[in-house]
């Protein structure tokens, strides 16, 4: 398999224009995003989804599709860091979409990601793309870089 179809993509979205219009508007649905998330609101997350999104933990081949997968990774992640706290440590907002770094402090009571639950409180550095879906106007997922190994069992 080829990376051809991969970098068209990329191409393609470099072209697309950056107005501040456009601007506002993702930086609006990325807000909402984030206030739902941090509320815990499924479905005030879903809602800046487009229907086709994709979650996927880069690296893992872990994916959740669609709204019914958004709802089961959100699922997943709020049960398994009943207690999580994101702290925006940098964000780049532009017509193809968000990439923010992040830290997330929590106690890891429940699986996630494939890992078992340590009991423990980490502290998790990532970076999340929000793809922007020009079409929808909503986002298409979110890639999410992280160490999965500072989640491990000692």
Known sequence: MTD??????????LGWPADPA???RIRRLWQRHSIAEDRRDIDGL?????PE???????TGLRWEGHAG?????T????????????????VIGPQGVFEAV??????????????????RVRLELAILFPWNAEAR??????????RSALASE
Do not use: K, W
């Open 22 to 24: 456009m601007h506002r």
């Open 138 to 147: 909503l986002f298409d997922g979110e890639q999410i870089f992280i160490d």
């Open 76 to 91: 997943e992640l709020f049960a398994a860091f009943p207690d999580n706290r994101f702290a925006l440590t940098d964000i």
């Open 70 to 74: 958004a709802r089961a990774f959100y």
């Open 103 to 120: 830290v997330l402090e929590a106690t890891h009571e429940g699986l996630f990601a494939g890992l078992a639950p340590t009991g423990r």
């Open 4 to 13: 051809e179809p991969l970098r068209e993509r990329v191409r393609e979205r």
């Open 46 to 50: 879903l809602s800046t989804l487009a």
């Open 53 to 59: 999104c994709v979650y996927a933990i880069v690296g």
